[in-house]
Nanobody
Framework: QVQLVESGGGLVTAGGSLRLSCAPS????????MGWYRQTPGKQREPVATITSGGSTTYADSAKGRFAISRDNAKNTWYLQMNSLKPEDTAVYHC?????????WGQGTQVTVSS
């Protein structure tokens, strides 16, 4: 069973930065695409950023210009660099990965941005 383990969440003041990491229990090359999603209580999980095996990236409008998704093949990890954080970015952030057959999800890491 493939596991994804997130790290890097925490409490930060508005305007600050955090970097989230996601480390899978299998090779990163197993995945067609990897991404980050977030969820707040009472709302559906929403995509934040994705990156394909070819390196193409997509961002939610709310993340454009502030967040950056990247991958480090040597470290078998992908990241979400979040800058200029706002209180509305407060959420549980989940990493996800997709193979041709299924999706995998991490347990989530809490990001709290105080005003």
């Amino acid at each position: 069973q493939v596991q994804l383990v997130e790290s890097g969440g925490g409490l930060v003041t508005a305007g600050g930065s955090l970097r989230l990491s996601c480390a899978p229990s299998t090779s990163i090359f197993s995945f067609n695409a990897m991404g980050w999603y977030r969820q707040t209580p009472g709302k559906q999980r929403e995509p934040v950023a994705t990156i394909t095996s070819g390196g193409s990236t997509t961002y939610a409008d709310s993340a454009k210009g502030r967040f950056a998704i990247s991958r480090d093949n040597a470290k078998n990890t992908w990241y979400l660099q979040m800058n200029s954080l706002k209180p509305e970015d407060t959420a549980v952030y989940h990493c996800a990965a997709q193979t041709p057959w299924r999706e995998y999800w991490g347990q989530g890491t809490q990001v709290t941005v105080s005003s």
